[in-house]
C-alpha cells in the first residue's frame, strides 16, 4: 500500500512509502515486488525514471544526490575511514555472515556442514567487533550519524527478525540501538 510521507524537516526529501507483504511462511517478497527490478531484491528506489536496487548503491546515490553534505564524511574528515568501513562492512561481510544461520533455518535446523560453522563464527565475530567499535564511538563514523549507521541498522534489527541472534551480551550495542530508535 503506498502511504505518501511530506517532509520531516530541514532539507527532507518528500517521497511515498509502498509496503509489500511478505509470504507468511517464506517471508519471501512476492512477485509483485520482485517485478520492480531484475534483481528481484529488496529495497527498491525510484526517481523519476531511475529504478535502484541494493541498499548501499541506494544509500550512496541518495547522499551524493539529495545529501548536500551530510550523512556522508568527506575525505578530510577524521572519521572517513570508518566511515567508509562501516557504510561497506554492513554488506560486505555482516550480511553474508547470517546467511548460515538463515540457510539453517529454511531447511528446518538440519544443516550441519562446515561452511555453516565457518558463517556462524564470522556473525559472532562481526558482533564483537561492532561491540568494541560502539564502546568507543556514539554512532559507526566517530559521534556523528551517517549512512554508515543507516546501512548497519539492517543487519543489526530486521535481520534478527528473520535470524534471530540475542544482544543480551552486547551492551554497546544495544545503547546505540536505542540512541537510534529515539532519533
Known amino acids: 500500500s503506498a502511504q505518501p510521507i ?17 509470504d507468511p511462511v517464506t517471508r519471501l517478497a512476492p512477485a509483485k515486488y520482485k517485478a520492480l527490478h531484475p534483481t528481484g531484491t529488496a529495497p527498491v528506489i525510484t526517481d523519476g525514471d531511475l529504478v535502484l536496487a541494493e ?6 546515490y ?8 551530510s550523512l556522508a564524511p568527506g575525505p578530510d574528515s ?11 562492512f554492513a554488506n560486505g561481510s555482516f550480511m553474508p555472515s547470517y546467511m548460515g544461520g538463515m540457510f539453517t533455518a529454511l531447511s528446518g535446523g538440519s544443516i550441519d556442514h562446515p561452511m555453516i560453522h565457518l558463517l556462524e563464527a564470522r556473525k559472532h565475530s562481526a558482533y564483537t567487533l561492532i561491540e568494541s567499535h560502539l ?6 563514523a566517530g559521534n556523528t550519524l551517517t549512512a554508515a549507521d543507516i546501512n548497519m ?9 528473520f535470524v534471530p ?10 545503547r546505540y540501538l536505542q540512541r537510534i530508535g529515539e532519533r
Open 6 to 22: 511530506g517532509p520531516r524537516g530541514n532539507g527532507a526529501i518528500p517521497y511515498t512509502l509502498i509496503r509489500y507483504e511478505r
Open 78 to 88: 577524521p572519521h572517513f575511514a570508518d566511515y567508509l568501513f562501516w557504510l561497506h
Open 62 to 69: 541518495v547522499t551524493a544526490k539529495y545529501g548536500k553534505g
Open 55 to 60: 541498499s548501499g548503491a541506494i544509500i550512496e
Open 153 to 161: 541498522i539492517f543487519p543489526l534489527t530486521t535481520m534478527r527478525m
Open 135 to 140: 564502546g568507543k564511538n556514539d554512532y559507526f
Open 165 to 174: 541472534f540475542d544482544l543480551a551480551p552486547y551492551p554497546n550495542i544495544r
